[in-house]
C-alpha cells in the first residue's frame, strides 16, 4: 500500500531506541525526511546514522530533552531549518517511575506531568499553525493501553497519558476542518527496554523471576505473545500516511487483544 508519505517531513521524538525508533524507520522506509530527537547524543547519532544508510532517508538528529523547553525550541528551530516545515509530529517520551501512589512525592508529580504532557503541548503548539496554513497535518501521540485500562503500580503513567489522550481527542475536533488529523496510539506489551524495567520492577515486588512475570503478561494477551516495536509502529505509519485522512480523534490499541472492553 502507498500510503503517501514520500516527500514529507516528520519530527519523531524519543526516538533513538524503542518504540520511536521503530516508528523512525518505518516512516523512513516510506520515503520521509525524518528529524530525530533524544536526551544522549551518541546513540542517537548511531540511530540516525542506521537509518539514513538502510533507507536513504534524509535524518537530522538533535540531542535533545523534552521536558526543558529550552532543548525543545531548539530541535524545532533545527528542524524548521533543515526542511522547512513539519507535516508529522509523533510524540513520544519515557515513561515516568513505576511504584505505588505513596511512594511518589510532588516533584515526581510535577516531572511526570512536565515529560508526559506538556512536552506534548510544546511540540504541538509549534508545529500546528503551519500544519492549518498548509491545510494538511498529522499528529500521533504514542500514549499506552494504560490509557484504558490503568495498569497496576503505574499511577503517574496512568493519569498523565489520561490527559494527552482529553487533550488530543478536544484538539481533534478543532482543527480537522484544516486537514489536520491527531490521534494517539496505544502499545500494549512490546518488547522494549521499558517493558524489561517493568517486568524487573514488578518481579521485586512480587518475589518472582522476570521470566514469570512476562509469562504472566503473555497468559493474560490473547495473541499469547508480546507484540514486536514494528508491529506498532505499522499502525503509526498508517496514521501519519495520507490514507488515514478520514481518521482523527481516536486512540488506537496495538495490544494482541489484551484490552477487553468494547470501546
Not at 63 to 86: Q, V, Y
Not at 171 to 198: C, I, W
Not at 214 to 224: D, G, L
Amino acid at each position: 500500500m502507498d500510503l503517501g508519505l514520500k516527500g514529507k517531513t516528520a519530527l519523531v521524538a524519543a526516538s533513538s531506541r524503542g518504540l520511536g525508533r521503530a516508528v523512525a524507520d518505518e516512516l523512513a522506509n516510506e520515503g520521509v525526511n525524518l528529524v530525530i530527537c533524544a536526551r544522549t547524543a551518541g546513540p542517537l547519532e548511531e540511530a540516525s546514522q542506521e537509518i539514513a544508510n538502510k533507507t536513504g532517508a534524509e535524518v537530522i538528529a538533535v540531542p535533545a530533552d523534552l521536558s526543558e523547553t529550552e532543548d525543545t525550541e531548539r530541535l524545532l528551530k533545527t528542524a524548521k531549518a533543515a526542511f522547512g516545515r513539519i507535516d508529522i509530529l509523533i510524540t513520544n517520551t519515557g515513561g515516568p517511575p513505576p511504584g505505588p501512589f505513596e511512594s511518589h512525592s510532588s516533584k515526581a508529580w510535577s516531572d511526570a506531568v512536565n515529560q508526559n504532557l506538556y512536552s506534548v503541548l510544546r511540540l504541538t503548539r509549534a508545529v500546528l499553525p503551519e500544519m492549518k496554513q498548509a491545510g494538511w497535518g498529522r499528529i500521533v501521540n504514542i500514549t499506552s493501553v494504560a490509557v484504558k485500562q490503568p495498569v497496576d503500580g503505574l499511577i503517574l503513567s496512568n493519569s498523565v497519558r489520561a490527559a494527552v489522550t482529553g487533550f488530543a481527542k478536544t484538539l481533534s475536533n478543532e482543527v480537522a476542518s484544516f486537514g489536520v488529523t491527531v490521534n494517539n496510539v496505544m502499545p500494549g506489551y512490546t518488547k522494549t527496554e521499558r517493558l524489561d524495567q517493568l517486568a524487573a520492577d514488578i518481579a521485586n515486588r512480587s518475589g518472582i523471576s522476570i521470566d514469570e512475570t512476562v509469562a504472566q503478561w503473555e497468559s493474560q494477551i490473547p495473541i499469547r505473545r508480546i507484540g514486536s516495536p514494528r508491529e506498532f509502529a505499522a499502525m503509526v505509519a498508517f496514521l501519519a500516511s495520507e490514507r488515514a485522512s478520514y481518521i482523527t480523534g481516536v486512540s488506537v490499541q496495538v495490544d494482541g487483544g489484551s484490552i477487553r472492553s468494547l470501546f
